[in-house]
């Protein structure tokens, strides 16, 4: 009978040439249970999970593994491994079992006894990420990244997650940010100019501007504010091509396709292939529309795609990339005076920086939902992740201001959050006028939930766009409050090209006391949901055609 050691060895040959049948084979036909390691313990269950693509019955088992060879050794460096293996994979279980029972004590527990060794240990900060990333808690997130950022065992995607999360806490300053944005800059991997080709310096009798996303899905909120370019540029001045970067592609895809004069998948390519797909393009412009967000391609950006680089929409905040030429926003969002906090060359649009291409259908009038309730509903459709302590606080003390009020919040796929909300509510004393909805399947169903809102309220730091839109549309009045850099003041743009600046508050209590105001003023709060029904159409936010125009001037005026 060989050793546990002979064992070992054997089964991480096995593992390496991805023979993983023949792993669990040798490791459960050659051992029971408590003669394992910790180190076969790891080698088991991933080989049952790559074996079996991730269903729940091996991912289950695989657990199992990785439990017991976490509590055999506790502390030893294998031990760690399992642990961070055992979080990951019970996170993968949550995701992929929407009625599995979990509420990551058990998790908790074990991190807490073993802290000092996973403290340096970058699988386990990033497994942990994932569970405070569904337990709503940007604050410990951001810690764990914080540990992978600080022991320089990071890679592009870890240095976008740590700088994407602090959008979410008011802990940064915008020349944090700035300063953030150039480490990542010094970070990237810089392609050989010998296996480059060269970037084209002569324009061709269109100008070329290629967009580069991996969200061109079905149901991504970006596709709303770039279906507005696409629908309304001169075919005889631009020639417009998309760049994909994403496998997976829809009917929506499909349809944008439609739109542009070319498009591209570069999902497969390495960044030297997909660099040189892109120059021999020749684009005289190239639009980001990811930035440290989705399944970014920042590292294309810093060895240079084309003559002019531009970050717009999918991350509103500095990249830091000296390559990275211009950021479109709007007087709104950077102030006169704080351009050095940005690498990038601010082009200020006059009015917004995006526009809405609205939906396809008609809209109807809604009296506020208060004159048949006789009480008032304030809601929020944002992300979960954007609805922090600071912000709960906030709603809470509305709630308690307001008689009978009622607060509809739209549920996401991530229960934990959900649960973790209602618990900061209770400790609020306010949860029983807290109501969670499903997102509907259709969108049209999903809008006409704003019929059930009298007041939207904003996030903050990290405001709503797509959702403010939404409500607007709808003819929903929104209360945001004022921020300290473009991420934090969408709302402030929104609200302000819309004429509603008295729906901007200054602070916390401010934005309380705006909710108070109206609510006492009745005829007033009526009067501003008539004109914003009346007016949002005519607004820049939905003036697809002037917004365009606007748009590629600028991108005429860079190219000229």
Known sequence: MESIQQLEIKATELFKSRQYSKVVFEITSSTIEEERSAFLCNL?????????????????????????????????????????????????????????????????????????????????????????????????????????????KFNVIDLCNYGYWQCFDKEWSQSDFYNYGRFVDENLDIIPQNQLIE?????????????????????HSITYFLKTILSNYDKDKFEIILLLSNPKEDQLTENFKHLVDKT?????????????QARKLKLDIIIDLMGYTSTQRLELFKNRMAKNQIIWMGYCNTTGLKNMDFIISDPNLIHSGEEKY????????????????????????NPPPFIKNKYFTFGSFNNFDKINPSVVSTWSKILKKINNSQLVLKTSSKRLATKRLKELFQKE???????????????????????????????????????SFEAIWMGVPVITMTGYNFNSRCGESINKNLNMERLIAKDEDDYVQKVVNLINNTDDYISIRNSIFLDAIKSPLFDTKDYSKSFFEVLEGIVK
């Open 44 to 152: 088991l269950g991933l080989s049952k999970n790559v074996n079996n693509n991730k269903n729940k019955e091996t991912l289950n088992s695989a657990i199992k593994d990785f439990k017991f060879g976490y509590l055999k050794e506790k502390n030893t460096i294998h031990a760690i491994d399992a642990l961070a293996n055992f979080i990951t994979h019970s996170v993968f279980l949550i995701d992929l079992d929407k009625d599995y029972e979990f509420d990551f004590t058990e998790i908790l527990e074990f991190y807490k006894t073993s802290e000092k060794y996973c403290i340096n240990h970058k699988p386990v900060n990033l497994a942990m990420a994932m569970v405070y990333r569904r337990l709503n808690d940007a604050k410990k997130l951001i810690f764990h990244f914080s540990r992978v950022i600080e022991t320089k």
């Open 264 to 276: 591209i998948n570069i999902s497969k390519l390495n960044n030297t292939d997909a660099v040189n």
């Open 429 to 467: 004393g306010v949860l029983e006028s807290v109501k969670f909805i499903d997102r509907a399947e259709k969108l049209k169903d999903h809008l006409d939930n704003y019929n059930l809102i009298d007041i939207a309220l904003d996030t903050f730091p990290y405001n709503g766009v797509t959702t």
């Open 199 to 219: 970037i084209s310096q002569t324009s061709g009798s269109k100008i070329r501007l290629g967009f580069l996303s991996s969200d061109i899905i079905q149901g």
């Open 342 to 365: 940005y690498s990038e060359k601010v082009i200020y649009l006059p009015k917004i920086w995006n526009s809405h291409c609205g939906y396809d259908f008609e809209r109807e009038e």
